[in-house]
C-alpha cells in the first residue's frame, strides 16, 4: 500500500518538475486515475467483501418474496426446495462494484466531466451496482430452480454477469443523462455537452510556465540528485521487503506438498469419555467456497454431540468467525488464545467461537487451530495485524519494519503448504457449565494431538526441525 501511494505521489512530483504547474493541471484528471490503483488497507477490502455478500443476499431474499419464490435465508445461503445456493465472493458484486467505478471515472476523465459530475455519478454507481447485483443473484436462484442449473454456475452463471454488467452501465448512463437534462440549465458543470467549453481556458497550458514553478530545473540539481537516491532507495527496499516477507497467501493451494488423506480410523474410537459415531469425506469443486475437502468425526459425551473436522487446503490463515456467520450464525469471535501448559503441543494455540442462531434457542462453539504440513501454527498477519487496537498496529508495524531491516525472517515465509483447519464443533442448546467447558477444551487438545502425531503428518519435520520444506 504504501508503495502505490509513495509511487503515484513520486510520478506527480516528477512531472511537476519537469513541466511545471501549467503543464501538470490538465493532466491531473488523468493522473487521478491512479487512485484506483491503491488498494483498500487494513483489511478492509476482505470485509467489504463479506458485508457486500450479505447485503447481495438479503436484496435478493426480497426480490425473491416478491416474485413468489419459496425459499429461506440463512445468512448468504438461499436454500430453495430444489436447491441450497450461496452468496460467495465473486458474486457479492465487489467485482462489478470496482469495475463499474472504473469504467465511469475513465469515462468522466475522457470526456473532460468537472468533479462535481464525476462524484454524483460514482456515487449514483453504488446505487445500481447493489440493485444489478441483487437482481442477478435472485435470477441466479429463480432460473437454476425452474429453468436449469446451468445458471447457478460455469458459463450461464457467466452470462448472467456480462448482462448485469450493461445493465448497471446503462442505468448509470441514463441517470447521468436525466440529471444533465434537469441541472444543465442550473448549474454551469452539469450539461449535455460532455465536454468542456470551447470557450475556457483555465486549463489549457500557458505558453510560458512561470520562472517560479519549475523548482527542480537549474539550481534544483542536488534535489534531483537527493530525490533519485531516496527513490532508489525506496526501491531497493521494497524488493528487500518482498524477498524477505513474501506472503504465503499468494502462493497456490494446488502448488502444495500432497498430504495423506485421512480415514475414519485416523480418530480412535474413544476419546476420554467422548465416543465416535461417524465420519464422513466431503469433497467439493475448486472453486467452492468452503475447502475443497472437509474430514468429519461426529462424537458424542452423554447429552453433547461434538463434531471434529479437517478442512483443506488452504494457502493462508482461515477464519471460520467468517464462515459460520455466512451460513446464518451469530458470533462471538476470540482469536489467538495461548493453550494450556502441560496439554499436548501447547505451543499452538486456538481460536474461539461463541455461535448462536437468531430467534431461537440453539448455541455452539467453536475452537480451531490452523497449521500447515509441517505442523507449524500458521497465524496470519493479514488478519492479526487488522484485528489490533491502533496502538498495537503501529507499535507492530514498527517492530515488523525492524525485522525487515536486520533481514530477520518472517515465520509466515517459512510456512510449508497446504495449511488445514484442525477444529472442533459443539452445539447445544443451554448454557454449559464451567467443567463442561473444561472437559470440550481438554476434548479438543486430544483430538488436535491425535490427528498432528498421525500418518497425516507423519514423516513431515517437526516445528523445531531446521529443515523446513517450503513452496
Known sequence: LLGIVAASLAAVILIYGWIGWGGLKPLLPGLSLLILAIPLPLSLDTKLIFNMQFVASGLADLLLDGAGVWHVREGVLLITEHGRYMTEEACSGVRSLFSSLAVVAVFSVVSRHRWQRTAINLVQTILWVLIGNAVRVAASVALADYVSPWFASGSGHELLSFLVFAFILGMVANTDAILATLLGEHVSWYDETYAISPNSTSDAVPAQSPPSVNAFTGSGRSFNTI???????????????????????TISATDANSLSELTENDLPIKINNWERVSFEHVQRGDGAMMARNSYTWNYTNGQIAATVSVDCPWSSWHNLNQCYRAIGWETSPSYFIASREGVPWENLSFSNLEISRPNSDQSGRVLFTVVDANRNEVQSDHWRYSLQS????????????????????????????????????????????????EAIESFFYDARKQLLEGRRWSGRPSAGNDEINTV
Open 390 to 437: 491502533p496502538t498495537r498496529f503501529f507499535r507492530t508495524a514498527l517492530n515488523r519494519l525492524q525485522n525487515i531491516l536486520t533481514a530477520t525472517m518472517d515465520p509466515n515465509s517459512r510456512l510449508a503448504l497446504p495449511a488445514s483447519t484442525i477444529q472442533l464443533l459443539i452445539e447445544h442448546g443451554e448454557a454449559l457449565t464451567p467443567e463442561e467447558n
Open 227 to 249: 530525490f533519485a537516491c531516496l527513490f532508489s532507495f525506496l526501491c531497493l527496499f521494497g524488493l528487500l521487503t518482498w524477498r524477505i516477507s513474501q506472503p504465503v497467501w
